[in-house]
Antibody, heavy 119, light 107 residues
Framework: EEQLVDSGGGLVQPGGSLRLSCAASGFTFRSYWMNWVRQAPGKGLEWVANIKEDGTETYYVDSVKGRFTISRDNTKNSLYLQMNSLSNEDTAVYYC????????????WGQGTMVTVSS | SYELTQPPSVSVSPGQTASITCSGDKLGDKYTCWYQQKAGQSPVIVIYQDTKRPSGIPERFSGSNSGNTATLIITGTQALDEADYYCQAWDSTSPQVFGGGTKLTVL
């Protein structure tokens, strides 16, 4: 079964840091662009960042540029999101998501991990 | 930046047809997909490339996209279809954009 399992969320103070992880299984991880998408409580979906199959290209939504870093380790079938200088506005469920270019869609989503930024 | 607009809510009676729209500038020139998110769950793709259904998605789900509007259509709506629905305009360059979401209520 193709699966993504998100982890690493928790409670962090404003200005703090957190590193999210996503473990992929059941498919050839190194063959896909990967994404992080977040959803603030009671709000809609917001794309956060993505990374090319080999990690050579990364892109971010403007609100996280310079604070968040997406990375991957294809030897460990894992995706990461390093989040620094966190603010209350970053409070959300963060989903690891696989992109299928041939479908022009996100076809597999992790279960999500909650990040709460609060003092 | 590109924006997609969805109605906040749509109501439908069981067995009837529900239509959820997604509007954006020249949206018909892009591929649109739709995600269903039930309460407390992760999103699930129900339509991709405007009109195609992934395996396992019931035939009652269909889509269209033309001009500035894409539409998700659910025929013979069932109570289990009650969920939030999000459109996404696929862009070959980032950022990817989602609509604000539509809460479908089956009355």
């Amino acid at each position: 079964e193709e699966q993504l399992v998100d982890s690493g969320g928790g409670l962090v103070q404003p200005g703090g840091s957190l590193r999210l992880s996503c473990a992929a299984s059941g498919f050839t991880f190194r063959s896909y662009w990967m994404n992080w998408v977040r959803q603030a409580p009671g709000k809609g979906l917001e794309w956060v960042a993505n990374i090319k199959e080999d990690g050579t290209e990364t892109y971010y939504v403007d609100s996280v540029k310079g604070r968040f870093t997406i990375s991957r380790d294809n030897t460990k079938n894992s995706l990461y999101l390093q989040m620094n200088s966190l603010s209350n506005e970053d409070t959300a469920v963060y989903y690891c998501v696989r992109a299928r270019w041939e479908l022009r869609a996100f076809d597999i989503w992790g279960q999500g991990t909650m990040v709460t930024v609060s003092s | 930046s590109y924006e997609l607009t969805q109605p906040p809510s749509v109501s439908v009676s069981p067995g009837q047809t529900a239509s959820i729209t997604c509007s954006g500038d020249k949206l018909g020139d892009k591929y649109t997909c739709w995600y269903q998110q039930k309460a407390g769950q992760s999103p699930v793709i129900v339509i991709y490339q405007d009109t195609k259904r992934p395996s396992g998605i019931p035939e009652r789900f269909s889509g269209s996209n033309s001009g500035n509007t894409a539409t998700l259509i659910i025929t013979g709506t069932q109570a289990l279809d009650e969920a939030d629905y999000y459109c996404q305009a696929w862009d070959s360059t980032s950022p990817q954009v989602f609509g604000g979401g539509t809460k479908l209520t089956v009355l």
